[in-house]
Nanobody, 119 residues
């Protein structure tokens, strides 16, 4: 399988920026796509962004388009999420997730990293 470890969360003021990173290890040759989800307090987990491992096609939730950018470093088996113009409603635990070539589902998940947007 593939193991995912997130980093880069923290506390930021509204309008500020944060960059999350996710490092993949294990059977990384099986990666088809990496992405980010988030779970706000008291709410269900929701999709944020995705990047395909070949071709680097990206997808975003409407709520983050124009503010967040997902990128990949293939050689490092890493994916990043640059978050700009952060709002209090972006407060959530952010999870890295992976789709493997053997499936079309988000099979592997990281432990999550807390992002808090507050003044």
């Amino acid at each position: 399988q593939v193991q995912l470890v997130e980093s880069g969360g923290g506390l930021v003021q509204p309008g500020g920026s944060l960059r999350l990173s996710c490092a993949a290890s294990g059977r990384t040759l099986r990666l088809s796509a990496l992405g980010w989800f988030r779970q706000p307090p008291g709410k269900e987990r929701e999709f944020v962004a995705r990047i395909n491992w070949s071709g680097a096609t990206t997808y975003y939730a409407d709520s983050v388009k124009g503010r967040f950018a997902i990128s990949s470093e293939i050689a490092e088996n890493a994916v990043h999420l640059q978050m700009n113009s952060l709002k209090p409603e972006d407060t959530a635990v952010y999870y890295c997730a992976a789709i493997l070539r053997t499936s079309n589902e988000w099979e592997c998940w990281g432990q999550g990293t807390q992002v808090t947007v507050s003044s």
